[in-house]
Every structure is written in C-alpha cells, then in structure tokens.
C-alpha cells in the first residue's frame, strides 16, 4: 500500500509539473508528455499480445505512435491536427493491411486486427487529448476560461474522481446492493460502484468550476455553464468506467494481471490512464459543440 501511494503521488506530481509547463511555457510541453504515454502504452498493448503480433505488425503499430502524435502536435498548431492525424491513420490502415500481400503467409484476419486495436489504444486515443491541448477558442469561451487548460483539467480531475467515488460506493454499499455491474469483465465492480463513480464525476466537475472559475474564469450566467460543467462530468464518467471495462476485458482475455510494471502498485501506464483515455472524447466533443454553437 505504501509503494502505491509513492508511485500515486510521483504520477500526480508529473501530471503537474507538465500542466504548469503547458501553461507558462508552451502547450507542446503536455504533448511531450502524451508523446511518452503512447510509446510506452504501444509497447505495453504488443507485450500483452505477445506471439499474436508478428514482427513486421509490431514495426507498422510502433511507426504509427511514434509519428501520429508528433505530426498531429505540430499540425494543430497551424490549425490542421484533424486532417493529419486522419492521414496519419489512413497511411497505417494501408499499411497494416498491405502485410496481407507482402506477408501472406504470416498474416491473419485476427492478428491486422490486433494491430488495430494496439494503434488505436492508445495512440488513437491519446491523439484526441492531443487535439484538446491545443483545442480553439471563441471570445465567449475566453470570457468564461472555457479553454484547452480547463479541458485537460477536467479529464485529469473528474477521471480520477471517478474511480474514487467508484471505490468506496462499491467498498461499503456492496452488501446492500451486490448487483454486479460486468461480472464476466471485472467481478468486483459493481452496480452501485458505477452509480458512486457518476457522483463523482458531479462532484469533481462542479469543484473544478468553483475553484476555477475563482481563480480565472467569470461566474457570470452561472446556471447555464455549471450545467454544462455538470453534464461534462458526468458524461465523462461513464467514458471513465467504459475504459476501466475495456482495458479490464482486454487484461482477462490475454489472461494478465497488468499491463506493465512502470508504475509499482499500480501496474503499467495502460493501467492508470486507461478510464482517462475514454473520458478524453466526451470532453472533446463538447468543447467543439460550445464552440460551434458560441461562433
């Protein structure tokens, strides 16, 4: 417990030293970070896949998440991270499916499949919290600090809050309510722990617009954006738990524990963002309907 609680804080405290230097220095900072993720999640996904992957699967999937993000950070600087990161996917898609030509005798429908999923967790994912990091604004957003810094405080603020609420609903409600929530994926999640991880994403959302909006947003028209700083948090914790279902359903069909052993009790990197890669959409999403409908 203890060696969890180190690796916990040592993980929190680099979310914050690159947070800050997103805000000070340069939003290429947080990207640098993501960068990181990606590799080390790719090489957490092939080394759960094992003999599954064949040699040149794993160059195409590697190729992939060490391009997509640097390219899509510096497109979107100039406005154009959409259109090369989709391009970035286009060219592996032709790649990886090019191998059943040139690697025919190798290649099967289950493991291109494989390599799918290994560039699209988390690559893909981490690309769109890439696009959020450099994520437009309009005049009425700026007024409101509605901005790429609230995005990624949210993901990395009501993620984590979730699993937290999750936790201890599910620790001391579960003999009142046992329902079991995917007893097949995770048996020791239940129902009611889904209903607490909803809490809080509330609770973490509407702390976030408190705190700030104190520091450097407006609470003018205060029921309209806590409203949508609620919505955001609950949606966002429900992408939570569907990621925490999805690395766990992956986990338990590869027959492994953790997906990595970067981080001492708490598993690999995979293990730890895996809620957060999947609340990274909503948030995403979001922000672009506030923007488009505050044009």
């Not at 947080?30 to 160059?59: C, H």
């Not at 001492?264 to 923007?291: K, N, Q, S």
């Amino acid at each position: 417990m203890k060696l969890r609680a180190i690796t916990g804080v040592a993980y929190f405290a680099t979310l914050v030293v690159f947070y800050l230097l997103k805000i000070y220095v340069h939003a290429l900072c947080f990207d640098a970070l993501l960068y990181a993720f990606a590799l080390i999640g790719t090489f957490e996904m092939t080394r759960a896949f094992k003999d599954k992957l064949t040699n040149a699967e794993k160059i195409v999937v590697f190729t992939f998440s060490a391009l997509c993000i640097p390219l899509t950070s510096i497109a979107q600087n100039y406005g154009y991270g959409v259109q090369v990161s989709s391009a970035c996917f286009a060219l592996f898609a032709i790649a990886t499916l090019s191998l059943f030509v040139f690697r025919y005798d190798e290649t099967s429908p289950e493991n291109v499949g494989i390599t799918f999923l290994s560039a699209v967790y988390p690559t893909a994912l981490l690309v769109i919290l890439v696009l959020v990091n450099h994520i437009g604004v309009t005049p009425t957003m700026a007024k409101y600090g509605f901005n790429s810094n609230l995005a990624i405080l949210l993901i990395f603020v009501v993620s984590p809050c979730a699993d937290i609420f999750a936790y201890f609903f599910g620790r001391f409600l579960r003999e009142k309510f046992p329902k079991k929530m995917a007893e097949k994926i995770s048996p020791n999640k239940t129902t009611i722990g889904g209903i607490g991880g909803f809490v809080g994403g509330l609770v973490g959302a509407v702390a976030v617009y408190f705190i700030y909006n104190a520091l450097c947003g407006s609470f003018e028209n205060m029921a309209l954006w806590l409203l949508i700083y609620a919505v955001t948090g609950v949606i966002s914790a429900g992408a939570t738990e569907f990621g925490d279902l999805v690395e766990s359903s992956i986990k338990r069909k590869v027959g492994i524990k953790d997906m990595g052993k970067l981080l001492p009790g708490h598993g690999g990197v995979l293990d730890r963002i895996d809620g957060t890669l999947f609340a990274t959409v909503p948030v995403y999403l979001i922000f672009m309907l506030v923007y488009v409908l505050t044009l």
